[in-house]
């Protein structure tokens, strides 16, 4: 019978990886959302040029700062919990921007503050996602889990999410959109507790150092190999 299913779905057998799937699709569906919410509502409180570039570049300088530790904390903390974490906080966060839109007092500053926390919490999100997907499932079907995703991120991010936001921007405005992207990281948020706990790569604690030291030094270690890696060979990039 498993011959029969493609091998393009053929990840969703695994009930674990359902989970894992439905938090992507909110995830991806509320980042869609507030990509073009973000926008509106800097144009609807006047904003021009520079406040819209302030508000959209807070996100990317958020993920430039908490990459590494994303990678760090994903070794040494179950990823479950991380993106549990992640996506309870964007909730909150675009949440309460949507209620100031909506109720009238949201400034262009709420909008940057906003952005940059769900850039640090993307910064967290995607080293754990990574860290997670190859517990969930045989080795053999994570290729076809990437392709899948693959599909799936430009199509909610780009299409998807910006198409819905724009519909209920025009049906009532930015405010209503911010609502439903804190609304899909709320569902994200409960797919994420069906979720199980998977075994850490690393102990929370090394011998010799506390947590904290020990999350430090392996984010100095990945900041020295990203410096001194200037680039990759075809020979080292190739699958194996």
Same mark, same amino acid.
């Given at each position: 019978?498993?011959?029969?299913?493609?091998? /393009? +779905?053929?990840?969703?057998?695994? %009930?674990? *990886?359902?989970?894992?799937?439905?938090?992507?699709?909110?995830?991806?569906?509320?980042?869609?959302?507030?990509?073009?919410?973000?926008?509106?509502?800097?144009?609807?409180?006047?904003?021009?040029?520079?406040?819209?570039? !302030?508000?959209?570049?807070? %996100?990317?300088?958020?993920?430039?700062?908490?990459?590494?530790?994303?990678? !760090?904390?994903?070794?040494?903390?179950? @990823?479950?919990?991380?993106?549990?974490? +992640?996506?309870?906080? @964007?909730?909150?966060?675009?949440?309460?921007?949507?209620?100031?839109?909506?109720?009238?007092?949201?400034?262009?500053?709420?909008?940057?503050?906003?952005?940059?926390?769900?850039?640090?919490? /993307?910064?967290? *999100?995607?080293?754990? *996602?990574?860290?997670?997907?190859?517990?969930?499932?045989?080795?053999?079907?994570?290729?076809?889990?990437?392709?899948?995703?693959?599909?799936?991120?430009?199509?909610?991010?780009?299409?998807?999410?910006?198409?819905?936001?724009?519909?209920?921007?025009?049906?009532?405005?930015?405010?209503?959109?911010?609502? !439903?992207?804190? !609304?899909?990281?709320?569902? /994200?948020?409960?797919? +994420?507790?069906?979720?199980?706990?998977?075994?850490?790569?690393?102990?929370? +604690?090394?011998?010799?150092?506390?947590?904290?030291?020990?999350?430090?030094?392996?984010?100095?270690?990945?900041?020295? *190999?990203?410096?001194?890696?200037?680039?990759?060979?075809?020979?080292?990039?190739?699958?194996?």
């Amino acid at each position: 019978m498993s011959r029969r299913v493609p091998r /393009a +779905v053929r990840p969703l057998r695994h %009930s674990a *990886y359902r989970w894992l799937f439905g938090t992507l699709v909110a995830s991806l569906l509320g980042a869609g959302l507030l990509i073009v919410a973000l926008v509106w509502q800097v144009v609807e409180l006047g904003g021009g040029p520079t406040d819209l570039s !302030a508000v959209t570049s807070a %996100s990317a300088v958020g993920m430039l700062l908490t990459t590494l530790l994303g990678g !760090a904390l994903a070794d040494r903390i179950p @990823q479950r919990r991380i993106l549990l974490g +992640v996506e309870l906080v @964007q909730a909150f966060a675009i949440g309460l921007v949507a209620l100031l839109s909506l109720t009238g007092f949201l400034e262009i500053w709420h909008l940057a503050l906003v952005s940059l926390v769900t850039g640090l919490a /993307a910064g967290l *999100y995607y080293p754990a *996602y990574s860290a997670l997907l190859p517990s969930l499932m045989p080795a053999d079907d994570l290729l076809a889990a990437n392709g899948l995703e693959g599909v799936l991120r430009p199509t909610l991010v780009q299409a998807a999410g910006p198409a819905l936001a724009s519909a209920l921007i025009a049906l009532s405005s930015p405010g209503l959109a911010l609502l !439903a992207a804190s !609304a899909a990281a709320g569902v /994200a948020a409960v797919l +994420v507790a069906g979720l199980p706990d998977t075994p850490l790569r690393r102990e929370l +604690v090394d011998t010799g150092r506390g947590p904290v030291a020990a999350v430090l030094v392996d984010v100095r270690e990945g900041f020295d *190999y990203m410096v001194r890696r200037r680039g990759c060979s075809p020979r080292c990039c190739s699958p194996r």
